[in-house]
């Protein structure tokens, strides 16, 4: 059974930064692309990007480009979301989710809570 | 940017069909959009249910099916259970990026 637990949320000040990690067990990490998500308290989801399984091609949200990096470990069957220039407004649950064959979701993570605030 | 549009909430009758759609601000859906719609229940992560506007994943229920219609995506749920009253998202994308619709609080009353 395919299982994807998210860590390294907490808490952070205005221009911080965090690195969320996803760890996948039960399936081909190795072969499958992955991404990530977010949920603002009581708003809806939000894509913020898109890993091959190589590593090779890699998508952003307008929104997080140039604050968030998103990177992998396939020996680790890790991914990753490098989070810099932290604002109140991406205070959120963030979610990787595991793709399979043609679909990019097929599994997701419980999440893991950020928030941002002085 | 593109926006995605969903009806903000819709209510079914148990045993009741329902029809959610997905729209773009660019135009009409097409196949290219890859629409995928997925569940949400409270306190619960987004499960997949349709991907590439029609394909369903092995948990998928056979009541809730995925297609186009009228430059829209849809979401249609028959027979219509208590426990498939959730907030339900499309998505939809555009080249390199996709954009997830507001939801559609579905109540089953």
């Known amino acids: 059974e395919v299982q994807l637990v998210e860590s390294g949320g907490g808490s952070v000040q205005p221009g911080g930064s965090l690195r969320l990690s996803c760890v996948v067990s039960?399936?081909?990490?190795?072969?499958?692309?992955m991404n990530w998500v977010r949920q603002a308290p009581g708003k809806g989801l939000e894509w913020l990007s898109y890993?091959?399984?190589?590593?090779?091609?890699?998508f952003y949200a307008n929104s997080v480009k140039g604050r968030f990096t998103i990177s992998r470990d396939n020996s680790r069957n890790s991914v990753y979301l490098q989070m810099d220039n932290l604002r109140d407004e991406d205070t959120a649950v963030y979610f990787c989710?595991?793709?399979?064959?043609?679909?990019?979701?097929?599994?997701w993570g419980q999440g893991t809570l950020v928030t941002v605030s002085s | 940017q593109a926006v995605v549009t969903q009806e903000p909430s819709l209510t079914v009758s148990p045993g009741g069909t329902v029809t959610l759609t997905c729209g773009s601000s660019?135009?009409?859906?097409?196949?290219?959009?890859?629409p995928y719609w997925f569940q949400q229940k409270p306190g619960q992560a987004p499960r997949t249910l349709i991907y590439?506007?029609?394909n369903k994943h092995p948990w998928t229920p056979a009541r809730f099916s995925g297609s186009l219609l009228g430059g829209k995506g849809v979401l249609t749920l028959s027979a219509a259970r208590p426990e498939d009253e959730a907030e339900y998202y499309c998505?939809?994308?555009?080249?390199?990026?996709?954009?997830f619709g507001g939801g559609t609080k579905l109540t089953v009353l």
């Open positions: 989710a595991i793709g399979e064959g043609s679909s990019w979701f097929y599994s």
């Open positions: 039960g399936f081909d990490f190795g072969r499958e692309n």
């Open positions: 890993i091959d399984k190589s590593s090779s091609n890699i």
């Open positions: 660019t135009g009409p859906v097409t196949s290219g959009h890859f």
């Open positions: 590439d506007t029609n």
């Open positions: 998505l939809l994308s555009y080249n390199n990026i996709v954009l």
